[in-house]
Structure formats: structure tokens, C-alpha cells
């Protein structure tokens, strides 16, 4: 038996508040507009574009959807301590990326899976994932993967994204000129590990969104 999907819906619930792992701490969640993510094939990738983006490594979802322009946003946490500073800058984690393909309500969550994989191969309470070396996760369309040469590495319009302002955790969208392809990029919780993406879908089994969750909310048995 795989992992259980957590309550993602509550996580884009302004104002949602829980208590961290670390004794005194809470958080409380806002949603933050990402901007349109253009899927010309309607083939999603999710990963570490600092590490994948260009070398053909990371592979869609075999879920797709049609071709398109989709909203994305994001759980942001603000995390507040009884011994801090009220006028220090805040302390931002991204705790989840949401990629809204439909508004209908989703009724039921299952792993997004690339091929290959297949959850029977899972023990209990395991999930695939994808891997974080660089902080960082984004969405983007396959036919995407080519078009941005200058984001790789620690230079180029991705990393002046997240360096203009080291407090804001994203989303920040980056586009090829030559294309107009783009990704819409958001650091990945905590910082590197390995992340799941969840695909939800409504009461008729038509894909409502991918959620990619960075471990910042608890689990339900820890969570206020």
C-alpha cells in the first residue's frame, strides 16, 4: 500500500494555520498567484530545473492534458516563533505548487506517475518522487525542455529570478524569447530532498490539477 494522499485542499485555504515540527512554531498559509504556464503539448514535467532542465532526464507525467494556457499558484507558509523578531523579514516556505487544470472540485487524489513507474513496485507508505539538488521545482511543458539554454546553473533569467529577492520562495515565471515557451519556477520547501507530485481529479475522472508537496504542512496527526 503506497502513501496516502494528505489533505492538499488545505492548503490553498488562506489563512489555513498549523503547528510546525519545531516546538513553539506556527505556520500560517496564503495563496500566490503564479501567472499562466502555457502547455502546448499538454505534457507536464515536474522538477529541479537547476539539475534537469535541458538533459532530457526528467520525463512527463503520463497523464495528459489538452494543449493550453493553465493557472498555477502557490501555498506559502509564514512561520512565526514565539522568540522572534516581529521586525525581522519573515520566514517564507513554499509548502505546495498547484498546476489548476479544471475548477471543478477535486474529489480524489492518486500519485502522478512518469512512465515506468507503476505503484504495485511500491512498499508501504512510499511515493514516487522527484529529486531536489538545487532548492528548487518548477512546471513546465516537454516540448519546453530545450528552450531555456540560460538556465542552467547559477546564472541566466531563472537564477536572477530567485536572486532579485531572496525572500520571495516564487512563483517566478521565466520565458524563452525565441519560443515563448515557459516554466513557472518556487522553491521546494525546506531545500533539497525528494518531493511528490499529486494528480487530483473531479467526480467524473477528469484531471483537475498537479500539486507537488514540499513537506512543510505535517501530517494530519500533528497538524492544528
Do not use: K
Amino acid at each position: 500500500m503506497t502513501t496516502a494522499a494528505p489533505d492538499l485542499a488545505q492548503y490553498f485555504v488562506p489563512g489555513h494555520t498549523f503547528t510546525d515540527d519545531e516546538p513553539g512554531t506556527t505556520g500560517t498559509l496564503a495563496v500566490v498567484p503564479g501567472g499562466e504556464l502555457w502547455l502546448p503539448t499538454g505534457r507536464v514535467v515536474a522538477c529541479d530545473p537547476f539539475t534537469c532542465l535541458g538533459t532530457g532526464e526528467a520525463e512527463p507525467f503520463t497523464a495528459e492534458v489538452a494543449p493550453g494556457r493553465y493557472r498555477v499558484d502557490a501555498a506559502v507558509a509564514t512561520l512565526t516563533a514565539a522568540e522572534e523578531d516581529p521586525e525581522g523579514p519573515p520566514h517564507l516556505r513554499l509548502a505546495a505548487a498547484r498546476l489548476i487544470i479544471s475548477d471543478a472540485p477535486t474529489v480524489t487524489w492518486e500519485p502522478a506517475l512518469t512512465p515506468g513507474q507503476d505503484p504495485a513496485d511500491l512498499g508501504d507508505d512510499e511515493i514516487f518522487c522527484y529529486g531536489v539538488d538545487a532548492g528548487t521545482g518548477c512546471f513546465y511543458d516537454a516540448a519546453a525542455d530545450e528552450s531555456f539554454p540560460d538556465c542552467q546553473g547559477d546564472e541566466g533569467p531563472l537564477w536572477d529570478a530567485f536572486e532579485a529577492d531572496p525572500y520571495n520562495p516564487g512563483p517566478h515565471t521565466v520565458t524563452a524569447p525565441a519560443t515563448g515557451h515557459n516554466l513557472i519556477a518556487f522553491t521546494s520547501g525546506w531545500g533539497d530532498g525528494a518531493y511528490p507530485t499529486w494528480l487530483g481529479r473531479d467526480a467524473d475522472g477528469n484531471i483537475t490539477c498537479f500539486v507537488t508537496d514540499f513537506g512543510v504542512v505535517p501530517g494530519d496527526e500533528d497538524a492544528a
